[in-house]
C-alpha cells in the first residue's frame, strides 16, 4: 500500500457548480487533482476507488464559501504546491481557498452560518423577526416535526439591495441536531410567500464558536 498524507481542502462551490450533486463533486475532484498530477491514495480490492472525503452534502442549488474535502495523497506533496499545481484544474464555481494538514474530524463541526435572501411578497422584517422569535414548526422529513428555535443559535434580519431580506443566521449543523436551511424557508412559506430566495453557506463553527479548520 502506497504512504500517504491526508490533506484538508477548503473551497467554494458557488455559480453553475451550486447545481452539481454530491457524487457528481467527488467525481470532479478526483479528476481535477488527476489533471494537476496530485496522485489520490485508493482503495484496495477489485474496484478500486479515491480515498476523497467531504465533510458534508450540500444541498443541490445552495451556494458556499466553506465547503471541506479531505483528501489522502500520495507522494511528498506540500500544501503550497497542491494549490499551485491545481490552478486551472477546477471549472469556475470551483475555487481552492486554502490546503493544509487537518487537526480535527468534521463531526467537530457544531453549527454553520448561512446567508438566506428572500423575496417577500406581502410581509417584511417586523413578520419575520415575529416569525422566527416566536418558535415556529416545520415538517423536517415526514412526519417529523421540529421546532426551528431548538436548532437556531442566532439570527438577524436585515434590508438588502433589490428588494430582498438578507436573514443571516447561524443554525445547529452537528451529527445530532442538523437543520437544511431550506428549513427556514419552509417556515416562512407556512405563513406567508417567498417569491424567491437564495442560500449560501458562509462558515463553519465548533462547538466553542471557532470558524472550523
Do not use: W
Request: hydrophobic letters at 40%.
Amino acid at each position: 500500500m502506497s504512504e500517504f498524507v491526508t490533506f484538508r481542502i477548503k473551497f467554494e462551490k458557488t455559480g453553475n457548480m451550486k447545481y452539481i450533486s454530491h457524487l457528481d463533486l467527488n467525481r470532479l475532484f478526483s479528476r481535477a487533482l488527476a489533471r494537476a498530477g496530485v496522485e489520490l491514495a485508493h482503495s484496495e480490492g477489485f474496484n478500486p476507488h479515491p480515498k476523497i472525503s467531504f465533510a458534508s452534502a450540500l444541498s443541490l442549488g445552495m451556494e458556499s464559501l466553506c465547503e471541506f474535502a479531505d483528501a489522502k495523497i500520495v507522494g511528498l506533496e506540500t500544501d503550497a504546491g497542491i494549490i499551485e499545481k491545481t490552478k486551472g484544474k477546477f471549472p469556475p464555481g470551483i475555487n481552492i481557498v486554502e490546503v493544509y494538514e487537518p487537526g480535527s474530524d468534521f463531526k467537530n463541526i457544531d453549527r454553520a452560518r448561512y446567508h438566506i435572501s428572500v423575496k417577500p411578497e406581502g410581509f417584511g422584517i417586523p413578520e419575520l423577526e415575529a416569525l422566527f422569535s416566536e418558535g415556529v414548526s416545520v415538517e423536517k422529513k415526514p412526519g417529523v416535526y421540529i421546532n426551528l428555535s431548538d436548532y437556531i443559535r442566532n439570527i438577524a434580519i436585515s434590508g438588502e439591495a433589490g428588494g430582498y431580506i438578507l436573514i443571516d443566521a447561524v443554525l445547529a449543523a452537528n451529527p445530532q441536531m442538523y437543520l437544511n436551511p431550506e428549513n427556514m424557508i419552509k417556515a416562512i412559506n407556512s405563513r406567508f410567500a417567498a417569491s424567491d430566495y437564495f442560500l449560501k453557506k458562509i462558515e463553519n463553527y465548533d462547538v466553542q464558536n471557532n470558524i472550523f479548520r
